[in-house]
């Protein structure tokens, strides 16, 4: 699940943008786009 995804990879420290590159990624097998959200700024 994403949220799940998310929220490891938050505890872990690791900075939004890679979370986003992370889940666009994995979750783009299922034939879905990426959201259209904008990616968080660098740095968060």
């Known amino acids: 699940m994403i949220v799940l995804d998310v929220q490891q ?3 872990e ?9 992370y ?3 994995k979750y783009s097998q299922y034939g879905t786009d990426p959201t259209p959200t ?7």
């Open 9 to 11: 990879m938050k505890e």
């Open 23 to 25: 889940i666009d990624g």
């Open 13 to 21: 420290g690791k900075p939004l943008t890679e979370i986003r590159e």
């Open 38 to 44: 904008p990616f968080p700024p660098e740095g968060l």
